[in-house]
């Protein structure tokens, strides 16, 4: 037996394939490997300059901010019309933003929809902290929510009635988007437990929904919300529209959001149901207290996603004519004067679905990046 | 491993025991819970049953499917099949079938293509050629398609005129009338030819298979592609040429307001391609990234060292692979594009969701004409779903 000693050589650092050689390696790395790559690498980028050269100049340089009023008191669109194609008319934001984003709200009490809008961007930053994942955010929620309704309907504390016909815009937007998941997540766990569950009746009628609902497009839900809802409900009751839109998107969310919490309930170990189990829980505490929070941890970052696309999906109601932020932008430019300028209109809301959806999809990876961090080796 | 004997004791079920009527058997209480949950469905839908007969006789609307047999009175600009609007319901809802069917079948092929090419030059080791891949599909995932939809239709509308069309090449217009193109004058020799060529397709593959498995037992590699010349390009030309080859060019051209002549794309159907393809393209592009980076690295390492050039280590080992994880969730996306067309209604293409809407309104039948929409995409989905888990089963890993 011989006893061998060994010195660790010092760890050397890791190679920087990123920053070998400074910024010019770099370049030379990334940008210009080879003939081919060097010579791909500069047709896009003459491209690319020369695209966005010509897009300063339509939506800046060349763009119109303001337009006067002719002699009826019209806006007088001819210098506009001039400079189609050349320059964007951003003339048609600057008159129209307010009626876009709030629709036919009265004009007066506009800081009114403005408020809800601002309380439920600040519903979804604290929802989205994870200091704030207690049981208190439901409260926070419940708040928030009833707030928002005072805010819009009215009739209370000196404020005037709105009917709920003449709201529009951006708060019907995230109207839509916020009570459709906060009552539909609820209903996906119900029914992801059920399709979950050993009682055959039970199973059998999730499926049908999940899979009933799925096959289907959003739209026939809401003609169904619009058109068949009415025949449903007894005689004289009538429930409005915006209320039977909401309930069709809760029912469509519902059934894909119940997809994904199955995909968590099925990812845990077997082991948790069974230690839960034996350690004589009931169903509902087995349920509640081990396996949901495990869970609905594993499947945040495939909600998020599902919460974008649905944020993406309530623009649907325009085709049932309910007054969202899309259904306002595109009744703005009926008028005559401002006909021919929807490219501009499409590209400011845009702006507002793409700044909302872009946000939670890198809430989405950055949440995914940190609750993984444990498996990064 | 299955001739292990099972232990004796284990063999047989434990005694089944009798129900009891307490509440503390658990059978017992599952019987319970479902005769509840089963009561109280049932009682909702008799309820909205019972109401929607009492407003439909309240209505005096009559239910039922007699009203496909009227005359439809309906416009169609687009059809497949030949429709005029004194044909009845019945087949105005069949041309709205055949234009659902036909934009989501072009749309799944050039959604797939285009974002099977942008989910490989994601990956590209060219930084520019990577990011702006990115870009683009940040910036489509995160708009609503309906507003894609819009956007594009604006576009289109706000090209010039056909007095002024852009005129990229001889006989393709594009204007605020769609786009035109040349064809040429569709004969039986043609359609000769087409058939013998999709026969030579079948072939072709048969004769893959029969290549592949000489070649698993002597180990030559046989060329298939001079067969696949043969009998896919070959024989329709000689198909064609017997038949005296017939071509007589259709190349549009402008006389007064519009065009004469060509093949048409509409507008409406150009946007809407358009905007499901390039929205699709964006889902099918990451989930060809994820794909290909859930192959592991080894495995394009072992096919280098293998002396594989860098195509064939793709073709034939990574991508292999690659589909198992890309197969899944690429059948969902042809799903949403299929369900997805159905935006069409927004920009005035008339697919099954508008003609549908379209008859609801004018005859009154809403539930019939809503059980209609659903039950066409019910049934796409549903062949959607077999054919790819058909697929599916076939590229699966064999577990020996």
């Known amino acids: 037996m011989s006893v061998t000693t060994h010195t660790p050589s010092p760890a050397l650092p890791p190679p920087s394939r990123l920053m070998a050689g400074g910024p010019l390696g770099w370049v030379k790395a990334n940008l210009l490997n080879g003939v081919f790559n060097s010579m791909i690498t500069l047709l896009l980028a003459y491209l690319l300059v020369r695209y966005t050269i010509s897009f300063v100049d339509w939506a800046f340089l060349n763009a119109i901010w303001q337009v006067p009023n002719d002699r009826f008191g019209r806006a007088d669109t001819s210098s506009c019309r001039d400079i189609k194609g050349i320059g964007a008319c951003w003339a048609v934001i600057t008159e129209k933003h307010r009626f876009i984003l709030f629709g036919t709200y009265p004009y007066e009490e506009h800081w009114r929809p403005a408020i809800v809008c601002v309380l439920f961007i600040a519903l979804y930053i604290v929802s989205a902290m994870r200091r704030f994942w207690r049981k208190e955010l439901v409260l926070v929620w419940a708040v928030t929510l009833t707030a928002i309704g005072l805010l819009m309907w009215g009739g209370v504390f000196g404020l005037s009635y709105v009917p709920q016909e003449r709201w529009g815009g951006l708060p019907i937007t995230l109207i839509l988007a916020t009570f459709g998941l906060a009552f539909a997540f609820p209903l996906a766990i119900m029914v992801a437990l059920g399709r979950r569950s050993r009682l055959p009746a039970i199973k059998a009628l999730c499926v049908v929904y999940v899979e009933l609902i799925r096959g289907v497009p959003l739209i026939s839900l809401l003609f169904m919300a619009s058109v068949m809802f009415p025949l449903f409900l007894p005689e004289g009751l009538n429930i409005d529209k915006l209320l039977r839109a909401q309930v069709a998107i809760i029912l469509f969310a519902g059934a894909y959001l119940a997809e994904v919490v199955r995909a968590g309930l099925q990812s845990l170990p077997k082991g948790q149901y069974e230690a839960a189990e034996a350690l004589g829980l009931s169903y509902w505490q087995k349920t509640g207290f081990i396996i949901l929070p495990q869970a609905l941890r594993l499947v945040i970052p495939p909600l998020v996603n599902t919460f974008i696309g649905f944020f993406k999906d309530t623009s649907l109601v325009l085709i049932i004519g309910i007054f969202d932020l899309l259904t306002a932008a595109k009744t703005a430019i009926i008028e005559p004067q401002w006909q021919g300028f929807a490219v501009e209109v499409y590209v400011t809301v845009g702006l507002i679905y793409f700044i909302f959806c872009f946000a939670m999809s890198k809430y989405s990876a950055g949440l995914e990046a940190e609750l993984n961090k444990h498996r990064k080796r | ?400």
């Open chain 2, 1 to 400: 491993m299955s001739d292990t004997a099972i232990d004796p004791r284990y063999a047989a079920k434990p005694p089944k025991r009798p129900l009891r009527l307490s509440w503390s058997d658990e059978r017992f209480r599952g019987i319970v819970w479902q005769v509840l949950v089963l009561a109280v469905v049932a009682t909702i839908f008799w309820w909205l049953w019972s109401n929607t007969v009492h407003n439909l006789e309240v209505r005096r609307i009559a239910s039922g499917w007699g009203f496909l047999s009227r005359e439809a009175g309906l416009p169609i600009a687009e059809s497949l099949i030949p429709y005029d609007p004194t044909n009845t319901y019945l087949r105005a809802l069949a041309v709205g079938l055949t234009n659902t069917l036909k934009v989501a079948i072009i749309g799944i092929i050039l959604a797939t293509l285009l974002g099977t090419l942008l989910g490989v030059l994601r990956l590209s080791p060219n930084w520019l050629v990577s990011k702006l891949v990115g870009g683009y599909v940040e910036v489509v995932r995160d708009l609503p398609l309906l507003l894609q939809l819009l956007f594009w239709y604006a576009m289109l509308q706000g090209l010039p005129g056909p007095r002024q069309a852009i005129n990229p090449a001889t006989g393709v217009f594009l204007s605020n009338r769609g786009l035109k193109l040349p064809w040429f004058e569709w004969l039986p020799a043609h359609s000769w030819a087409l058939l013998v060529c999709v026969i030579g397709i079948v072939a072709t593959l048969i004769w893959r298979r029969a290549a592949l498995a000489r070649q698993m037992a002597d180990g030559q590699p046989r060329k298939v592609w001079p067969v696949a010349l043969l009998l896919c390009v070959g024989a329709p030309l000689v198909v064609w040429a017997t038949q005296g080859a017939p071509f007589t060019p259709d190349i549009p051209f402008l006389r007064g307001f519009n065009f004469q002549g060509g093949l048409t794309v509409s507008p409406e159907f150009f946007a809407l391609l358009t905007g499901l393809t390039l929205y699709t393209a964006g889902f099918i592009c990451e989930i060809v990234r994820a794909g290909i980076q859930a192959v592991h690295q080894g495995q394009w390492e072992a096919a280098g060292a293998l002396g594989l050039p860098r195509g064939q280590v793709m073709r034939l080992v990574v991508l292999p692979q690659a589909l198992r994880v890309i197969i899944p969730p690429m059948t969902s996306q042809f799903l949403n594009l299929t369900k997805n067309s159905s935006l069409a209604v927004a920009i005035g293409y008339q697919d099954i969701v508008s003609i549908a809407n379209t008859t609801l309104n004018q005859t009154g039948q809403a539930i019939e004409g809503i059980a209609a929409i659903m039950v066409v995409y019910l049934s796409i989905s549903l062949s959607i779903s077999l054919f790819m888990n058909w697929y599916n089963a076939r590229i699966a890993l064999v577990e020996r």
